[in-house]
């Protein structure tokens, strides 16, 4: 997609000139070459998660999905009620545009970016955290995506997709690395918290406060665009707080 592209751009300039120390900036290719030999591990770990996902994902999912034959998502919108699709019938086009984008690429793009920073400035306690966050996260998360399929809420109630409304076709490229029913726990939220917490032990503050806004920002936007049921949300945020404590007892360095 030509427009996630040129956000990714845009953002990593900006980055770049207001969120990059300076000395970050100045590292030369045989550095970053040398602190890449010391975190492949963490990223080997990285990469096969991201590759286990988008196998579940294309050719796994369904499968599972057909052998369970129920969708969970009645289960869960009789607790729930309508309250979060009830959102959708409240949209404006200022805070649809900035929910979209903070979802679709200002998340996206701190996913790769994070990664990037860490081996630049040659954090290995913050990487580890990372990396192991995303193993024992990713996990957990893939039980219920197998076995417990529940069906996003804008699907669910056949309502219009937001995504779509503002990147047109976008919605084509999303479903290449997700599914209508890999809804419970929402990892939209798990991840963008840890990456919060990874970026805090860098101890940029600015990197800091931004991963913390959009950390918010994702977890009201996958409510307000009626992407998750609040059980989603909340489960994510019970698997991050405890998988950050875990982390925090483990990794001393």
Known sequence: MITLFAINLILLFTFMLFIVPKKMQKITLQQFIT???KHLPYLLIIFTVVAVHLIEVNFIDSHTTALIGVDFADAFQS???DIVYSFSQYWSAPLLVFFVLMYIA???FTLWFTPLYLISTDNKKAMKTLAYGLLITYKIALLFYLFLPVTNV???YGGSSA???IIPGVEQFFYSTTTHNNCFPSLHVAMTLLLART????GNKK???FAYFCAISVIIAVIYLSIHWLLDVFAGLLITVGVILLLKHF???
């Not at 970026?199 to 860098?202: A, C, G, M, S």
């Open 35 to 37: 602190n890449l030999q």
């Open 154 to 156: 804008y699907t669910y």
């Open 163 to 165: 995504l779509n409304q």
């Open 251 to 253: 990794i001393k360095e």
């Open 79 to 81: 607790i729930e009620g």
């Open 106 to 108: 200002v998340y996206p």
């Open 199 to 202: 970026v805090q032990l860098t």
């Open 207 to 209: 990197y800091t406060y």
